[in-house]
């Protein structure tokens, strides 16, 4: 008959806790240390009291702001653009719209000036041409746009076109050859020195090659001129005595 083996205690693991605990506390390991001079220090009964009205009035001795010169400070009546004067009853007048119209019928004008006229044109007619009005009736003020409507259509058409044209194709001078030309030079500068670096020749993303200002200008230009017009057809397509101006065929 065997007889099994008596089974031992099971000790806790060995932890710094338990040594901590049962560590003597020594002379170096106290964080107050008594000083063997008594010394007396008084204690400042005043109370800091909250500055007075006067107090806060009172301007500092030195400015830390720098003075600015009058000339550097923006002339706002000068640059101040005179309001266009309205007439009392704009939906009974048949010029109130001819500005605008003329400006967009006419083949020099510039993108800018396009810009504005289809924005100006659009606020217009949305401002006083009613959505309940009769498509029959005959408006006054839709009368610049029953005069210009073929060379209107022409023109909505050729500005929509511009979206599709490639701001690359913009007409240049010496000095935007100039400025393409450092442009060139400094990308192949830029590729020099990443040949050097230990990366691999072929990226997997192609970067984008820098353009002029100009060229930058031109294509953001395109694009307003594009969504001037479509600002301008969306508020005529939903007002009944304007659309019913225009051809169908043209226009959609």
């Given at each position: 008959m065997s007889l099994s083996p008596t089974p031992s205690l099971l000790t806790p693991?060995?932890?710094?806790h338990r040594e901590k605990e049962?560590?003597?506390?020594?002379?170096?390991?106290?964080?107050?240390?008594?000083?063997?001079q008594d010394q007396v220090r008084t204690i400042n009964n005043s109370i800091p009291t909250t500055p007075t009205k006067r107090e806060l009035r009172r301007l500092p001795s030195k400015s830390i702001l720098k003075k600015c010169p009058q000339s550097a400070l923006p002339l706002f009546d000068?640059?101040?653009?005179?309001?266009?004067?309205?007439?009392?009853?704009?939906?009974?007048?048949?010029?109130?719209l001819s500005s605008p119209v003329n400006t967009i019928i006419d083949p020099s004008a510039?993108?800018?000036?396009?810009?504005?006229?289809?924005?100006?044109?659009?606020?217009?007619?949305?401002?006083?041409?009613?959505?309940?009005?009769?498509?029959?009736?005959?408006?006054?003020?839709?009368?610049?746009?029953r005069q210009n409507r073929v060379m209107l259509e022409k023109?909505?058409?050729?500005?929509?076109?511009?979206?599709?044209?490639?701001?690359?194709?913009?007409?240049?001078?010496?000095?935007?050859?100039?400025?393409?030309?450092?442009?060139?030079?400094?990308n192949r500068e830029e590729r020099d020195i990443q040949s050097l670096l230990p990366s691999p020749k072929r990226s997997p993303t192609k970067k984008r090659r820098g353009t002029t200002a100009k060229k930058a200008k031109y294509g953001r230009d395109l694009c307003t001129v594009c969504h001037s017009v479509m600002k301008l057809l969306t508020t005529l397509f939903t007002l009944p005595a304007a659309y019913n101006v225009f051809n169908v065929c043209p226009v959609s």
């Open positions: 693991p060995h932890t710094a049962n560590r003597v506390a020594t002379l170096g390991r106290f964080h107050v240390y008594w000083s063997s000068t640059f101040q653009r005179e309001t266009t004067p309205e007439p009392s009853q704009p939906a009974s007048d048949s010029n109130y510039s993108i800018e000036h396009l810009i504005r006229a289809y924005s100006v044109l659009t606020a217009r007619v949305k401002a006083h041409v009613t959505l309940t009005a009769d498509r029959d009736a005959p408006w006054p003020i839709l009368a610049p746009l023109s909505i058409i050729r500005d929509l076109a511009r979206c599709l044209v490639d701001p690359q194709s913009m007409p240049q001078t010496a000095e935007d050859v100039e400025e393409e030309e450092s442009l060139r030079q400094e």
